[in-house]
């Protein structure tokens, strides 16, 4: 199955489905099912800024799997989107009108249970049976 190594605290929030969408700089064709695996690294100031969820960080654990289903490029039209979705959450994003990427859009997460391994990369393959 296809994984995806994200910094905490962003990882967490996919996987308690507060962040719905992961933003990256490249674009996917990829539709499908993904395991979301938070990497040992983390954004300190954005773990100050997300404080009031109270997230259990698990660094370097494959934590949740989602669903891409869009690839999304980010534009002014789809920043209002985001602004509307969830300002407090997406403001990294909406705020950066130098910004240029992609939102993948994920639907159908899921929390579970903790596997430790190393993240990559990109899209990378973990052998994970549903």
């Known amino acids: 199955m296809k994984a995806l190594t ?8 996919i996987a308690n489905n507060i962040k719905k969408y992961e ?11 993904v395991l979301i695996h938070a990497g040992k690294s983390v954004d300190k100031n954005a ?8 997230l259990n ?12 289903v869009d690839c999304i ?19 990294h994003v909406i705020e950066d009108n ?9 639907e159908e997460i899921q929390k579970i249970e903790p596997i430790k391994t190393n993240g990559k990369l990109s899209l990378w393959d973990y052998d994970y049976k549903v």
């Open 6 to 13: 994200i910094k905490e605290p962003f990882a967490s929030l």
């Open 23 to 33: 933003f990256r700089t490249w674009k996917t064709n990829y539709r499908g099912y």
């Open 47 to 54: 773990i100050l800024k997300f404080n009031k969820y109270n």
């Open 57 to 68: 960080y698990q660094n370097g654990y494959i934590i949740a799997i989602a669903k891409i």
């Open 73 to 91: 490029k980010v534009d002014d039209d789809f920043r209002k989107i985001l602004k509307r979705e969830n300002n407090y959450v997406y403001s």
């Open 98 to 106: 130098n910004w240029k990427g992609y939102a993948f859009k994920l």
